[in-house]
């Protein structure tokens, strides 16, 4: 079993950054992909970033990328997702999580087994 903190959250304007961590505890955390999602009200949850349990391969939604990064610190147990020139379009509650389905892609919900709680961000204009 795996457990997920997220931590990070928070109310900024655009433009601003924010740096999202994610803390696992339980099982052997470097045995795992992990992977960043979000929810927006009255959408569906969808792909933000994930990191492959070597740390060597990146993956990003292009809603994102260029300005999202993903990475990890297996001894820390903790992958953290570093947030800048947000824009109100990426307000949601991100979750992260935890997953070693090797025949299913990182992007897809799927992947994942084990989910942390979500952490708010609200980004205003």
């Keep these: 079993q795996v457990q997920l903190v997220e931590s990070g959250g928070g109310l900024v ?5 924010l740096r999202l961590s994610c803390t696992a505890s339980g099982r052997t955390f470097l045995t795992y992909d992990m992977g960043w999602f979000r929810q927006a009200p009255g959408k569906e949850r969808e792909f933000v970033s994930a990191i492959h349990r070597s740390g060597d391969n990146t993956y990003y939604a292009d ?3 260029g300005r999202f990064t993903v990475s990890r610190d297996n001894a820390k147990n903790t992958v953290v997702l570093q947030m800048n020139s ?3 379009e990426d ?3 991100y979750y992260c999580a935890a997953g070693d389905k090797r025949w299913i ?7 994942y087994d084990y989910w942390g709680q979500g952490t708010q961000v609200t980004v205003s204009s």
């Design 63 to 65: 809603s994102v990328k």
């Design 105 to 111: 892609s990182m992007i897809f919900q799927s992947h």
């Design 91 to 93: 307000t949601a509650v």
């Design 13 to 17: 304007q655009a433009g601003d950054s």
């Design 86 to 88: 947000l824009k109100p």
